[in-house]
């Protein structure tokens, strides 16, 4: 039997050392709660795998005042008690442990988590998905809608979890005073106005319209999405919040990587890279792949200049060298200055090629229609309609085309998978997304290698 | 550590307070836990009817139960965990996901509760007394009651068995084909009306003057038949319950075990002239493209209608019309005619209302337009002329009651004269 007496002990003995002598006469008399559950198989694994290793508590059977009490909220169904904590456990305890080490996550470490079936529904219609209590407690939300099969819903929790950590680790080390002057003057108390939209909040440099609140919603919002939602997705928002929000958010991420390496010695890079891990280890999420950022247009171009230095370190196949040295050795009498895959939408691309002498530079461009299939692999095909300027009318002369007609019909004829150079099993933290290749289905020596180029001002 | 001596307590009730919570706790626990043959347990809801369940408590928290929510919680046992705390009161909590949870789950993806309410009912019950073989419970929240009866070792085989359903089965078939039927208390007739989707069985008794009165309570299915379970009185007696006297003959039962066999009647013991401003005064013609009672005609002049509706915005999205409701102000022989529409992204309400005045001879009613429709109602008005300007207007309609033969419903139907190819029945209101 377990029974909660810890707090009636605790309030007795405070009451006991403020109050003993005094000259009122004291009842000889303690109340107890009798609160007392049967401990199952769902207790022992979280004893086993959550409250011996890192002192945490999970209240999965229903206690009203772990919410709102005005709410009407259904508890937890048994059967997602333990692969929720699971994942919590896989996609954050054990992502700090490996990269913070053990004891930081076990000082760390919110000591409760309190779990509920439904979501939590306000009066406005809106669900929420988690909350916390100041540091001490996360509460998750939604519990009997978790599909483990299903990777996006996995992630949905996560993100609540990361962000509610922050928090914890800015109680022990305060957010630096120079993460507020990124965007002071622009938090927003009453941040769930309805004229706090998302494209508000992110023009003004801000993740979510929640991180408007304050500055330590902002600092946990900015970890939090770079761990759960991943680099790319963080640099591609930077970029579409427009030209003056973008060195708002590179400087805030600035900020808090240098607050996670000095405070708590953590590269915020090496925990993304684990994060992904898992997710891709034990969830077969395809979220922070290279065929995700290319279908959500978070690249902007892979850069197929063979001939530069980052070449020299990689393994470039020898498909890749028949196709581009004859572009890149020269096209007729110019020189041939840069190639690259250029990322237009998640359907289409530009395959670009400068060319020129000392004093002229030209470009040669062909349009492109990008596809994944159902297999998952994509397939690419020259567009019917090209552009119109003069690069497309350059692209045509016999001397160029001579020399790209290769490289356009293999692109044509082949269905490719989109992959990291180094899976993420492999990569090395300073390659981790920097290198996209189109590997082609039917040879496995074959493949498109170059540096992803990023979408900056 | 205290620098005075303690003051001793005097007990007013001969033990302290914690010994005499710790034994009801214990009370109500082991009596759970100690019924042989578990519970039969039926509660009532804010926002719906009654459910009936069958439960086994265990001794190590674990609780099974069915219930009759679904198909599927009637006949597959559900296994989760349930505790007897100490709240305000001994308070029995299911504390983790149940079908009896399901009542309470605010998702309406679950049960089709409302929004952020769920049917209104409760995940914890206190405890209220005991009598004779029922323990009395009270949601903490809804203040709903939970009441808990000892099951036989029949009744256990039955519940357990996945036989539960099997009797729902036969309950909502046997009333289903027989939508008319009262019981006889003491020269009252009293019509029964269960309506199996809320869970509420309506009663209606005329007096020797010929005034009718109507009365409705929570039912629930348990393996005998029906529980009402609050009671409904019928002049002056408590009925508790319908069961099976054999596979053909449903009963009532009041409090004393009095039998009141149910009689199978071919038409309503009230009018329908009667019924209509007293029983319901609205006739709501449903939101969809066929339905029970619909004439080909009627069907293809509706789609017409809402098509006309459909014509038309306030530049954020066409109206879209759902139902139509034929309101009756019987007293003073006034109808209207209303489209209930929506429009935009958030489904905002948007109605046409069209008033008519009426005589009536016979049951055969005449309807005719009041003034010229104005407004938005004037601009539309040539689009629902399907309907109105060339039946409502101009036909005599025929109104009486109409069984709906899938769900055994009684509604209304209007049947032209002039054109006896369009008909079209209603939900009474």
């Known amino acids: 039997m377990n029974t909660m007496l810890k707090i009636w002990i605790g309030i007795g003995l405070t009451c006991c050392l403020s109050y003993s002598c005094s000259k009122e006469d004291k009842l000889n008399y303690t109340l107890q709660n009798y609160d007392t559950f049967e401990s199952g198989a769902i207790d022992d694994w979280i004893a086993k795998n959550l409250t011996d290793p890192y002192n945490i508590e999970v209240v999965y059977r229903y206690q009203r005042n772990m ?91 996560l993100q609540v979890v990361h962000h509610e950590f922050t928090h914890i680790i800015n109680q022990n080390r305060i957010i630096p005073a120079e993460f507020e002057k990124v965007c002071v003057g622009d938090y927003y108390s009453n941040w769930n106005a309805q004229e706090n939209t998302q494209q508000v909040a992110r023009e003004l440099g801000f993740i979510t319209p929640y991180a408007r609140k304050n500055v330590g919603e902002d600092f946990a919002e900015t970890l939090s999405h770079l761990i759960v939602r991943g680099q790319l997705f963080y640099d591609d928002y930077a970029y579409r919040s427009g030209e003056e929000a973008y060195p708002k958010f590179k400087e805030k991420e600035a900020i808090v990587r240098d607050y996670m390496t000095q405070y708590f010695n953590i590269d915020v890079t090496q925990l993304q890279m684990e994060f992904q891990r898992v997710l891709e280890g034990q969830y077969n999420s395809d979220a922070l792949t290279f065929g995700s950022a290319v279908n959500s247009n978070y690249i902007d171009a892979l850069n197929w200049d063979i001939r530069s230095d980052w070449s020299l370190s990689k393994d470039i196949s020898q498909k890749q060298q028949a196709l581009l040295n004859p572009i890149l050795d020269g096209l007729g009498n110019y020189v041939t200055k840069s190639i690259q895959f250029q990322f237009v939408s998640s359907t289409e691309a530009t395959l670009y090629i400068e060319f020129g002498d000392d004093n002229n530079t030209w470009g040669a461009s062909y349009d492109f229609t990008i596809a994944q299939q159902d297999d998952g692999t994509f397939k690419m095909a020259l567009s019917e309609t090209q552009g119109e300027d003069d690069s497309y009318s350059y692209a045509n002369f016999s001397y160029i085309i001579s020399d790209t007609q290769a490289l356009i019909d293999y692109l ?9 150079d180094a899976s993420i099993t492999e990569v090395a933290p300073q390659d981790y997304l920097k290198y996209g290749v189109f590997k082609d289905v039917s040879d496995p020596n074959a493949k498109l290698l170059g540096p992803v180029i990023l979408r900056t001002y | 550590m205290s620098c005075s001596k303690p003051q001793e307590v005097d007990e007013i009730f001969g033990t302290d307070p914690d010994t005499r919570i710790a034994d009801t706790l214990t009370y109500v626990k082991n009596t759970l836990v100690d019924a042989p043959n578990g519970w039969k347990a039926y509660l009532t809801t804010e926002y719906s009817g009654g459910y009936g369940f069958y439960m086994q408590f265990a001794a190590n928290d674990r609780l099974k139960m069915v219930a009759d929510l679904t198909d599927q919680t009637a006949s597959e046992l559900k296994e989760s965990t349930y505790r007897i705390r100490e709240i305000m009161a001994a308070t029995l ?26 049917m209104g009912s409760d995940v914890e019950f206190d405890y209220v007394k005991t009598s004779g073989d029922t323990l009395f419970f009270e949601g903490r929240k809804f203040y709903k009651p939970l009441m808990l009866v000892k099951a036989t070792e029949a009744q256990q085989q039955t519940y357990i068995s996945g036989k539960y359903l099997d009797q729902i089965e036969k309950n909502k078939a046997f009333l289903k084909e027989n939508p008319l039927t009262s019981i006889v208390v003491d020269k009252m007739e009293a019509e029964i009306t269960f309506n199996f989707p809320t869970k509420i069985v309506s009663i209606i008794t005329a007096d020797a003057d010929g005034n009718f009165s109507s009365l409705s309570a929570s039912f629930c299915n348990t393996v005998d038949g029906l529980e009402i379970i609050d009671g409904i009185e019928i002049n002056k007696v408590k009925i508790i319950r319908f069961g099976w006297k054999d596979e053909n003959t449903l009963a009532g039962f ?14 309503s013991i009230v009018p329908y002239l009667v019924a209509l401003g007293t029983r319901f005064s609205i006739i709501t013609v449903p939101d969809v493209t066929t339905y029970n009672g619909w004439s080909t005609d009627f069907v293809a002049r509706r789609t017409a209608a809402k098509a006309g509706i459909g014509r038309w915005s306030f530049g954020t999205g066409n109206f879209i019309l759902h139902t139509i409701d034929f309101k009756f102000q019987v007293v003073n022989n006034r109808m209207s005619v209303v489209f209930n529409n929506t429009y935009g992204a958030n489904n905002t309400n948007f109605v046409l ?74 939900l009474n209101n």
Request: charged share 20%.
């Open chain 1, 67 to 157: 919410h709102d009490v005005n709410k009407n909220i259904a508890p937890a169904d048994e059967s997602k008690v333990v692969p929720q904590m699971e994942i919590v456990k896989n996609a954050f305890l054990e992502v700090y442990s490996k990269i913070g080490g053990e004891t930081f996550i076990k000082t760390y470490t919110p000591k409760q988590f309190a779990l509920f079936g439904s979501g939590d529904y306000d009066p406005d219609g809106s669900v929420k998905g988690g909350t916390a209590d100041g540091g001490r407690r996360i509460t998750l939300y939604g519990l009997n809608g978790l599909d483990i099969t299903n990777p996006n819903a996995v992630l949905g929790n």
């Open chain 1, 412 to 420: 044509e004829s082949t269905s490719f998978t989109l992959d990291w």
């Open chain 2, 93 to 118: 909590s299911f504390d983790t996901y149940s079908y009896l949870t399901m009542l309470q789950d605010p998702s309406p993806d679950v049960y089709d509760g409302e929004a952020g309410k769920g």
């Open chain 2, 254 to 267: 009041d409090t004393a075990g009095n039998e009141y066999p149910i009689k199978i009647n071919t038409s």
């Open chain 2, 353 to 426: 209302t069209y008033n008519y005045t009426y005589t009536e001879e016979n049951g055969k009613f005449k309807f005719s337009l009041s003034g010229t429709p104005g407004g938005n109602d004037g601009l539309i008005y040539d689009d629902v002329r399907f309907i109105l300007q060339e039946r409502i207007n101009t036909d005599t309609f025929e109104l009486g009651y109409f069984v709906n033969s899938e769900t055994g419903e009684i509604m209304s139907q209007f049947k032209s004269i002039e054109h006896p190819d369009f008909y079209f029945t209603g």
